[in-house]
Nanobody, 121 residues
Framework: QVQLVESGGGLVQPGGSLRLSCAASVNMYRIYNMGWYRQAPGKQRELVAAFTTTSSTNYADSVKGRFTISRDNAKNTVYLQMNSLKPEDTAVYYC???????????????WGQGTQVTVSS
């Protein structure tokens, strides 16, 4: 099946930047949605940024103008560029891909292992 491997998290000061990467282990036959979610302690997992099959984007209001989602199809990788980071951005970030691996396979939601982002002085 599909494995999503995340990288790029870490500790950064307020106002700093990080770029998260999420690489799929296999080529997807069809991707319906892909995006980034985050979960802070004691809170629900929330959508941060996402692509759809039409390449439209959706961002949480709290990150608009600061975060940018992008992808490199040749590398089977999706990125999240995070600028002007704030302490409230601190969370575990998860990559998610909803798609199928073949024409006769069902859609499935795949998740990365999560990467910690900590914004603190």
């Amino acid at each position: 099946q599909v494995q999503l491997v995340e990288s790029g998290g870490g500790l950064v000061q307020p106002g700093g930047s990080l770029r998260l990467s999420c690489a799929a282990s296999v080529n997807m036959y069809r991707i319906y949605n892909m995006g980034w979610y985050r979960q802070a302690p004691g809170k629900q997992r929330e959508l941060v940024a996402a692509f759809t099959t039409t390449s439209s984007t959706n961002y949480a209001d709290s990150v608009k103008g600061r975060f940018t989602i992008s992808r490199d199809n040749a590398k089977n990788t999706v990125y999240l560029q995070m600028n002007s980071l704030k302490p409230e951005d601190t969370a575990v970030y998860y990559c998610n891909v909803q798609g199928s691996i073949g024409p006769l396979t069902p859609r499935y939601s795949y998740w990365g292992q999560g990467t910690q982002v900590t914004v603190s002085s």
